[in-house]
Structure formats: C-alpha cells, structure tokens
Nanobody, 118 residues
Framework: QVQLVESGGGLVQPGGSLRLSCSAS????????MSWYRQSPGKEREFIAI????????TYVDSVKGRFTISRDNAQNTVYLQMNSLKPEDTAVYYC???????????WGQGTQVTVAS
C-alpha cells in the first residue's frame, strides 16, 4: 500500500521557520523525483520545489528561492522542505508528490497545513 505522509505543519509567526517532512512507503522511493506543492483557499495547487532521485538537482518556484530548501534521505524514505523567513502568503496546505511518468504512477500525500500569522 502506497503512502505519503506529511508532517511538521503548524502555526508560525512571520519570519519564522518550519521543517516539513514527507515519509514514503509502498513504492520505490529512491527511484522517484520528489516534489512539494501548496494550495491556498480559492487558488490552484502550486508547484514549490522538486528534487531528483539522487539529490543531484533541485528546482524552486521563484517565490520561495533563497527561503525554502528541499532535501531527501533515501535511506529513510523521506523528503523534507525547510522553510525559513516565512511570510503570511506562504499560508497553505502543503503536499508532497512522488513524480511519476509514463512508466510509473504519481502519488500524492494528504497534505499538512501551514499558517503564517502573528
């Protein structure tokens, strides 16, 4: 059974930090690129960051460059999103995604809420 379980969300003040984790099971985690998305109320789900299977490459949306860092631990089947200098506009439900292709399925987690407010 495939599972992606996000954790680490919560309420943080502007300028603060959070570290999200996404624990994977039931599929070959180390063979997948992994990504983070977020969705705010009334908005479409937005790509945040992606990391290749061997951590050789990362890409970020412009709005989080320099503030967020994606990383992974293939031994622990976990992908992380370190979020620093958080802003109110970062408030959203954050999702991890195992990036499939025509040969393998795509998987999504259930999301974790991040609220940035004073």
């Amino acid at each position: 059974q495939v599972q992606l379980v996000e954790s680490g969300g919560g309420l943080v003040q502007p300028g603060g930090s959070l570290r999200l984790s996404c624990s994977a099971s039931g599929f070959s985690f180390s063979s997948y690129s992994m990504s983070w998305y977020r969705q705010s109320p009334g908005k479409e789900r937005e790509f945040i960051a992606i990391i290749t299977s061997n951590s050789g490459s990362t890409t970020y949306v412009d709005s989080v460059k320099g503030r967020f860092t994606i990383s992974r631990d293939n031994a622990q089947n976990t992908v992380y999103l370190q979020m620093n200098s958080l802003k109110p506009e970062d408030t959203a439900v954050y999702y991890c995604k195992a990036v499939g292709n025509r040969f393998k399925a795509t998987y999504w987690g259930q999301g974790t809420q991040v609220t940035v407010a004073s």
